[in-house]
């Protein structure tokens, strides 16, 4: 099984606040509830102030890899269009 990463961040500012990741092999797809109970940094903010993207397994696998990014909160509706790549400011090895 193959699932896209999921991208958590806030509605007023486009911040991301944690990219779950891909994942496959013997995993399970999770809710937007169960992932505000396991990931702490959700935890801080209430679930109505945070939106969700849900993309597909392997989507611009190589910018994640490369690029910070944020979500255009003006693109309606949010989805993958929205994500925004900054790519003048590459990571580096340690945040990778």
């Not at 797809?29 to 209430?46: C, G, H, N, R």
């Not at 990014?69 to 003006?74: A, E, G, K, N, Q």
Request: glycine fraction near 6%; aromatic fraction near 12%.
């Amino acid at each position: 099984m193959e699932i896209g990463r999921k991208i958590y961040y806030e509605k007023l500012t486009g911040n991301l606040i944690i990219d779950t990741g891909q994942r496959s092999g013997h995993v399970i797809e999770t809710t937007q509830d169960q992932d505000f109970e396991v990931y702490i940094k959700l935890q801080a903010y209430p679930q109505n102030t945070v939106g969700v993207i849900q993309c597909n397994y392997g989507y611009c696998s190589d910018n994640f890899a490369t690029y910070h990014y944020h979500i255009d909160i003006t693109k309606n509706p949010i989805d993958e269009s929205a994500i925004v790549w900054d790519t003048t400011n590459p990571l580096v090895p340690s945040e990778i």
